[in-house]
């Protein structure tokens, strides 16, 4: 079991070793379901968020429900300032860069988190168009290619063509926050396939880390019978902690580690990411 968590840990880590796109204290964690989300508390062009979420192995947010939208608007407004990230173009408003953008062909809206020119379509048109296979979308009264509007915005306050929590295109050169989504273990290389299976079994067990970032102690709560060890790694892949004697609320001294990325993994599940400041 440990020789399958060191395994795991490396093949998540390696995204983030050499992704010096972002301060590390710019960066918000989010879980929703299995999918994890990093809320980037930095202004950039979308295809300097798109390349930076590549980067770190994930990819600019892909939103597919009216829950996933609205769980991510309400972790978003709770953690940012709306007047931090604002494109002029989108009626004065504030907006967080999403995956979606047109750029390849007007009005052919697609999800291409990673800017590979490669996505699913989801809008086709402007504010009079429609969705594709009925896909999910969250237009205000828009899209309306205004100036050339190609990258795809979700809203945090309202704007004169549509509310909080809806999307509008505004122009990729703005410089805005952005969210980065990771989803799909399964699609990571793996070192060996027989490993991959046992790794990737999900759980239906509620874990919670926090505070993150963390400075000096770190909570790990869980509503499980079946926790059999606790291990955190650094971004190198290399023990920090272990623990096979668990609680449901458990409470680690991290004060005197080093600064930087570490992850938590319990049971061989997918590994929880935090920040230690």
């Not at 795991?8 to 590390?24: K, P, T």
């Not at 190198?236 to 580690?257: C, D, E, H, M, P």
Request: glycine residues 8%.
């Amino acid at each position: 079991m440990k020789y399958l968590s060191t395994i795991f840990i490396i093949l998540f880590s390696i995204n983030f070793i050499n992704a010096q796109c972002v301060d590390e204290n710019t960066v918000i964690n989010y879980n929703i379901g299995d999918d994890a989300y990093e809320i980037v508390k930095e202004n950039v062009n979308w295809e300097t968020a798109a390349a930076c979420a590549a980067e770190r192995g994930g990819y600019l947010a892909e939103i597919n429900s009216q829950e996933e939208n609205d769980s991510l608007f309400n972790f978003i407004i709770a953690n940012v300032f709306p007047n931090a990230t604002i494109a002029p173009d989108g009626g004065g408003g504030s907006y967080i860069w999403i995956g979606g953008n047109d750029i390849a062909e007007e009005g052919v809206w697609i999800w291409d988190g990673d800017n590979n020119g490669i996505g699913n379509q989801f809008w086709q048109g402007t504010t009079s168009g429609y969705a594709v296979n009925d896909l999910y979308n969250n237009w205000g009264n828009e899209p309306d290619n205004f100036s050339q509007q190609h990258g795809l915005g979700l809203a945090l306050s309202d704007w004169p063509l549509g509310v909080a929590s809806q999307w509008n295109d505004v122009d990729i050169g703005n410089n805005l926050f952005y969210v980065i989504e990771y989803s799909d273990t399964s699609t990571v290389e793996p070192m060996d396939t027989t490993m991959t299976t046992s790794i990737n079994e999900s759980s239906s067990d509620r874990i919670n880390v926090f505070p993150n970032p963390a400075k000096e102690v770190l909570n790990i709560s869980f509503n499980s019978n079946v926790i059999d060890q606790v291990e955190v790694f650094n971004i190198n892949g290399q023990v920090q902690y272990f623990n096979t004697s668990l609680n449901a609320r458990n409470k680690i001294n991290i004060a005197n580690w080093e600064a930087g990325v570490y992850f938590v993994l319990i049971n061989n599940e997918k590994p929880l990411r935090f920040v230690k400041e």
